[in-house]
Protein backbone atom coordinates (compact mmCIF):
# COMPACT_ATOMS: atom_id res chain seq x y z
CA UNK A 1 0.00 0.00 0.00
CA UNK A 2 1.06 3.44 -0.33
CA UNK A 3 3.02 5.09 2.40
CA UNK A 4 3.20 8.37 4.16
CA UNK A 5 5.67 9.15 6.46
CA UNK A 6 6.11 12.03 8.69
CA UNK A 7 9.07 13.87 10.08
CA UNK A 8 10.11 14.63 12.76
CA UNK A 9 7.89 11.79 14.95
CA UNK A 10 8.29 13.76 17.97
CA UNK A 11 9.35 16.92 19.09
CA UNK A 12 9.89 19.56 22.25
CA UNK A 13 10.53 23.08 21.87
CA UNK A 14 10.49 25.76 23.82
CA UNK A 15 7.76 28.80 24.03
CA UNK A 16 8.28 31.24 20.80
CA UNK A 17 10.05 28.99 18.62
CA UNK A 18 8.99 27.69 15.49
CA UNK A 19 8.81 24.23 14.57
CA UNK A 20 8.43 22.26 10.99
CA UNK A 21 6.75 19.23 10.35
CA UNK A 22 7.37 17.67 6.93
CA UNK A 23 4.61 14.69 5.44
CA UNK A 24 5.82 12.94 2.60
CA UNK A 25 4.03 10.56 0.21
CA UNK A 26 6.74 7.79 -0.44
CA UNK A 27 5.80 6.00 -3.40
CA UNK A 28 3.11 7.87 -5.04
CA UNK A 29 2.20 11.78 -6.17
CA UNK A 30 -0.29 13.66 -3.45
CA UNK A 31 -2.11 16.71 -5.46
CA UNK A 32 -3.98 17.06 -2.26
CA UNK A 33 -2.47 16.76 1.72
CA UNK A 34 -4.48 17.32 4.13
CA UNK A 35 -2.90 18.18 7.82
CA UNK A 36 -5.48 17.23 11.21
CA UNK A 37 -4.75 17.85 15.00
CA UNK A 38 -5.50 15.44 17.56
CA UNK A 39 -6.37 15.85 20.93
CA UNK A 40 -5.68 13.26 24.12
CA UNK A 41 -8.50 10.73 23.52
CA UNK A 42 -10.47 13.03 20.81
CA UNK A 43 -10.68 12.67 17.21
CA UNK A 44 -8.96 13.98 14.75
CA UNK A 45 -9.55 18.00 13.71
CA UNK A 46 -8.97 18.70 10.32
CA UNK A 47 -7.00 21.64 10.28
CA UNK A 48 -6.07 22.69 6.72
CA UNK A 49 -6.06 21.34 3.17
CA UNK A 50 -3.32 21.19 1.08
CA UNK A 51 -3.13 21.29 -2.81
CA UNK A 52 0.08 21.28 -4.49
CA UNK A 53 1.33 24.37 -5.95
CA UNK A 54 -1.41 26.84 -4.37
CA UNK A 55 -2.47 28.30 -1.25
CA UNK A 56 -3.86 26.27 1.65
CA UNK A 57 -7.46 26.47 2.80
CA UNK A 58 -7.85 26.28 6.30
CA UNK A 59 -10.85 25.40 8.20
CA UNK A 60 -12.66 27.82 10.48
CA UNK A 61 -10.60 28.84 13.94
CA UNK A 62 -7.25 27.53 12.40
CA UNK A 63 -4.89 30.84 12.05
CA UNK A 64 -3.19 30.75 9.11
CA UNK A 65 -0.29 32.70 9.75
CA UNK A 66 0.38 30.40 13.03
CA UNK A 67 0.49 27.10 10.90
CA UNK A 68 2.40 27.72 7.66
CA UNK A 69 1.81 24.90 5.10
CA UNK A 70 3.53 24.72 2.09
CA UNK A 71 3.02 22.43 -0.35
CA UNK A 72 5.80 22.80 -2.80
CA UNK A 73 6.05 19.15 -4.69
CA UNK A 74 3.90 16.68 -5.52
CA UNK A 75 5.45 14.39 -2.75
CA UNK A 76 5.96 16.99 0.12
CA UNK A 77 4.02 19.22 2.67
CA UNK A 78 5.20 20.95 5.62
CA UNK A 79 3.67 22.24 8.18
CA UNK A 80 5.51 25.13 10.18
CA UNK A 81 4.20 26.24 14.19
CA UNK A 82 5.14 29.49 14.47
CA UNK A 83 5.97 31.20 18.03
CA UNK A 84 4.81 28.11 19.55
CA UNK A 85 3.30 28.19 22.59
CA UNK A 86 1.93 25.13 25.29
CA UNK A 87 -1.84 25.25 23.83
CA UNK A 88 0.10 23.92 21.07
CA UNK A 89 1.01 20.99 22.08
CA UNK A 90 -0.68 18.37 20.51
CA UNK A 91 -0.42 15.30 18.14
CA UNK A 92 -0.23 16.31 14.46
CA UNK A 93 -0.79 14.07 11.54
CA UNK A 94 -1.19 14.91 8.06
CA UNK A 95 -2.60 12.51 5.06
CA UNK A 96 -1.89 12.16 1.17
CA UNK A 97 -4.57 11.75 -1.40
CA UNK A 98 -3.65 10.35 -4.44
CA UNK A 99 -4.45 12.11 -7.82
CA UNK A 100 -6.31 9.50 -8.70
CA UNK A 101 -8.41 8.71 -5.87
CA UNK A 102 -11.22 10.89 -4.48
CA UNK A 103 -11.82 8.60 -1.38
CA UNK A 104 -8.71 7.03 -0.48
CA UNK A 105 -6.24 8.86 2.24
CA UNK A 106 -3.04 7.87 3.42
CA UNK A 107 -2.47 8.83 6.48
CA UNK A 108 1.52 9.30 8.39
CA UNK A 109 2.46 8.35 11.70
CA UNK A 110 1.76 11.82 13.46
CA UNK A 111 4.43 13.88 14.79
CA UNK A 112 3.92 14.68 18.76
CA UNK A 113 4.87 18.17 19.23
CA UNK A 114 5.44 19.51 23.11
CA UNK A 115 6.17 23.12 23.51
CA UNK A 116 7.48 23.74 27.05
CA UNK B 1 -23.65 20.19 7.50
CA UNK B 2 -21.88 16.57 7.39
CA UNK B 3 -21.28 14.99 10.41
CA UNK B 4 -20.26 11.04 12.17
CA UNK B 5 -21.75 10.15 15.58
CA UNK B 6 -20.47 6.90 17.15
CA UNK B 7 -20.52 5.06 20.34
CA UNK B 8 -19.04 6.28 23.33
CA UNK B 9 -16.05 4.25 24.80
CA UNK B 10 -14.19 2.91 26.22
CA UNK B 11 -15.59 -0.33 25.29
CA UNK B 12 -13.93 -3.36 27.03
CA UNK B 13 -14.41 -6.74 25.74
CA UNK B 14 -13.27 -10.43 26.64
CA UNK B 15 -11.52 -12.58 23.68
CA UNK B 16 -13.58 -14.23 21.26
CA UNK B 17 -16.92 -11.71 22.38
CA UNK B 18 -18.93 -10.59 19.63
CA UNK B 19 -18.34 -6.41 18.91
CA UNK B 20 -20.73 -4.01 17.83
CA UNK B 21 -19.15 -0.46 17.42
CA UNK B 22 -22.37 1.92 15.97
CA UNK B 23 -21.96 5.18 13.52
CA UNK B 24 -24.34 6.85 12.34
CA UNK B 25 -23.65 9.84 10.00
CA UNK B 26 -25.76 13.14 8.76
CA UNK B 27 -24.51 14.12 5.18
CA UNK B 28 -25.84 16.06 2.19
CA UNK B 29 -25.52 13.84 -0.66
CA UNK B 30 -24.10 10.71 -0.78
CA UNK B 31 -20.81 10.03 1.34
CA UNK B 32 -18.79 7.37 1.45
CA UNK B 33 -18.09 6.02 4.49
CA UNK B 34 -15.19 4.73 6.41
CA UNK B 35 -13.61 2.83 9.55
CA UNK B 36 -9.85 3.78 10.35
CA UNK B 37 -8.08 1.79 13.37
CA UNK B 38 -5.04 3.24 15.58
CA UNK B 39 -3.32 0.51 17.22
CA UNK B 40 -1.54 2.47 20.43
CA UNK B 41 1.23 4.54 19.50
CA UNK B 42 0.51 4.09 15.27
CA UNK B 43 -0.58 6.25 12.77
CA UNK B 44 -4.37 5.90 11.41
CA UNK B 45 -5.10 2.70 9.30
CA UNK B 46 -7.56 2.14 6.69
CA UNK B 47 -9.50 -0.75 8.46
CA UNK B 48 -12.90 -0.92 6.00
CA UNK B 49 -15.02 1.49 3.31
CA UNK B 50 -17.55 1.65 1.57
CA UNK B 51 -18.57 3.77 -1.22
CA UNK B 52 -22.67 3.39 -1.90
CA UNK B 53 -25.71 2.07 -0.15
CA UNK B 54 -26.01 -0.99 0.86
CA UNK B 55 -22.29 -1.80 0.35
CA UNK B 56 -20.71 -3.99 2.94
CA UNK B 57 -16.89 -3.38 3.51
CA UNK B 58 -14.83 -6.30 5.00
CA UNK B 59 -11.10 -6.46 6.02
CA UNK B 60 -9.60 -8.86 9.01
CA UNK B 61 -12.83 -10.39 9.85
CA UNK B 62 -14.33 -6.71 10.48
CA UNK B 63 -17.55 -5.59 8.85
CA UNK B 64 -19.79 -2.90 8.16
CA UNK B 65 -22.87 -1.88 5.92
CA UNK B 66 -23.55 1.04 4.62
CA UNK B 67 -27.28 1.34 5.44
CA UNK B 68 -28.79 4.77 4.03
CA UNK B 69 -32.58 4.00 5.29
CA UNK B 70 -31.15 4.30 8.98
CA UNK B 71 -28.14 6.45 7.97
CA UNK B 72 -25.75 4.33 9.75
CA UNK B 73 -22.22 2.35 9.12
CA UNK B 74 -21.64 0.11 12.28
CA UNK B 75 -18.96 -1.95 12.61
CA UNK B 76 -19.22 -5.89 13.97
CA UNK B 77 -16.64 -8.29 14.62
CA UNK B 78 -18.03 -11.66 15.17
CA UNK B 79 -15.16 -12.76 17.84
CA UNK B 80 -12.06 -10.24 19.28
CA UNK B 81 -8.74 -10.90 19.94
CA UNK B 82 -6.17 -9.03 21.95
CA UNK B 83 -4.46 -7.72 19.05
CA UNK B 84 -7.96 -5.75 18.25
CA UNK B 85 -7.57 -3.51 20.85
CA UNK B 86 -7.54 -0.07 19.87
CA UNK B 87 -8.91 3.01 18.74
CA UNK B 88 -11.40 2.83 15.90
CA UNK B 89 -12.85 6.09 14.46
CA UNK B 90 -15.82 6.15 12.06
CA UNK B 91 -15.50 8.73 8.90
CA UNK B 92 -17.27 10.36 5.88
CA UNK B 93 -15.82 12.19 3.06
CA UNK B 94 -16.65 15.74 2.66
CA UNK B 95 -17.46 17.74 -0.17
CA UNK B 96 -15.31 18.16 -2.95
CA UNK B 97 -15.09 22.25 -1.36
CA UNK B 98 -12.69 20.80 0.87
CA UNK B 99 -10.96 18.21 -1.18
CA UNK B 100 -12.30 15.29 -0.23
CA UNK B 101 -10.98 15.85 3.33
CA UNK B 102 -12.44 13.45 5.70
CA UNK B 103 -15.05 14.11 8.84
CA UNK B 104 -14.19 12.03 11.90
CA UNK B 105 -16.37 10.74 14.85
CA UNK B 106 -14.31 10.83 18.24
CA UNK B 107 -13.17 7.57 17.93
CA UNK B 108 -13.98 4.14 20.23
CA UNK B 109 -11.25 3.02 22.05
CA UNK B 110 -11.82 -1.12 22.45
CA UNK B 111 -9.60 -2.93 24.78
CA UNK B 112 -10.00 -6.65 24.89
CA UNK B 113 -8.52 -8.75 27.96
CA UNK B 114 -7.15 -12.59 27.33
Known amino acids: GAVVSQHPSRVICKSGTSVKIECRSL??????MFWYRQFPKQSLMLMAT?????????EQGVEKDKFLINHASLTLSTLTVTSAHPEDSSFYIC????????????FGPGTRLTVL | GNSVTQMEGPVTLSEEAFLTINCTYT??????LFWYVQYPGEGLQLLLK?????DKGSNKGFEATYRKETTSFHLEKGSVQVSDSAVYFCALIISANSGYALNFGKGTSLLVTP
Open chain 1, 50 to 58: SNEGSKATY
Open chain 2, 27 to 32: ATGYPS
Open chain 1, 27 to 32: DFQATT
Open chain 2, 50 to 54: ATKAD
Open chain 1, 95 to 106: SARASHSYNEQF
